[in-house]
Nanobody
């Protein structure tokens, strides 16, 4: 079984920084891409940033230049560094991963974390 363990998040003033981390635990053979989505109250969940195991990144236009995403292949983990945070960055951030679970039969899985709250206040 594969689980995504998230950490980070919290309360921060506008212009501040936060880092979110996500680690895929369990019987992870490999992963294809990992990333972060967010959902603000009353809005749909949207992609924030993602990264492939090879290092290709993708960012929402609203966070480009402010957020960076990095990976740790050995730990099956990704880190989202969020700088110059704005009130509109407030929401629940969910880790998302496409992984391959090892075992007698390999399985391709898409997993979600439980979500972590980010609140930006002015």
């Amino acid at each position: 079984q594969v689980q995504l363990v998230e950490s980070g998040g919290g309360l921060v003033q506008t212009g501040g920084s936060l880092e979110l981390s996500c680690e895929a635990s369990g019987n992870v053979l490999t992963w294809n891409h990992m990333g972060w989505y967010r959902q603000a109250p009353g809005k749909q969940r949207e992609l924030v940033a993602s990264i492939t195991k090879d290092g290709a990144t993708n960012f929402a236009a609203s966070v480009t230049g402010r957020f960076t995403i990095s990976k740790d292949n050995d730990k099956n983990a990704v880190h989202l560094q969020m700088n110059n945070l704005k009130r509109e960055d407030t929401g629940v951030y969910y880790c998302h991963a496409s992984v391959v679970e090892g075992g007698p039969q390999y399985r391709s899985l898409t997993e979600w974390g439980q979500g972590t709250q980010v609140t930006v206040y002015s």
